[in-house]
């Protein structure tokens, strides 16, 4: 089994900056895209920011140049840094990894992160 342990949101003013991580352990072989999404309340979950096992990154038009995603590969660990901070980012930010588990390609889920930015 693969398990993700989120850590590092919480409560932040606009304007400040918040990072998050994600331990992914477990019959990990390898992880060719970590990823990281959010889900406001009342809307559909969104994806934030993708990483690749290359070091490829896209990111939503909403959080270019603001948030920063990155890997340690040989810990299967994604952070993502987020600054300038809104209001509007306040989600639940979830971790998302595709890895092959053996010779299984899989898709896995955190638990979840609240981060809440007020005005």
């Not at 342990?5 to 895209?33: N, T």
């Not at 038009?61 to 340690?72: N, P, Y």
């Not at 809104?86 to 990894?97: F, G, L, Q, S």
């Amino acid at each position: 089994q693969v398990q993700l342990v989120e850590s590092g949101g919480g409560l932040v003013q606009a304007g400040g900056s918040l990072r998050l991580s994600c331990l992914a352990s477990g019959r990990i072989s390898s992880v060719p895209v970590m990823e990281w999404y959010r889900q406001a309340p009342g809307k559909q979950r969104e994806l934030v920011a993708t990483i690749t096992k290359a070091g490829s990154t896209k990111y939503a038009d909403s959080v270019q140049g603001r948030f920063t995603i990155s890997t340690d590969n040989a810990k299967n660990t994604v952070h993502l840094q987020m600054m300038s901070l809104k209001p509007e980012d306040t989600a639940v930010y979830y971790c998302h990894i595709r890895a092959w588990v053996t010779v299984n390609l899989g898709d896995y889920w955190g638990q979840g992160t609240q981060v809440t930015v007020s005005s």
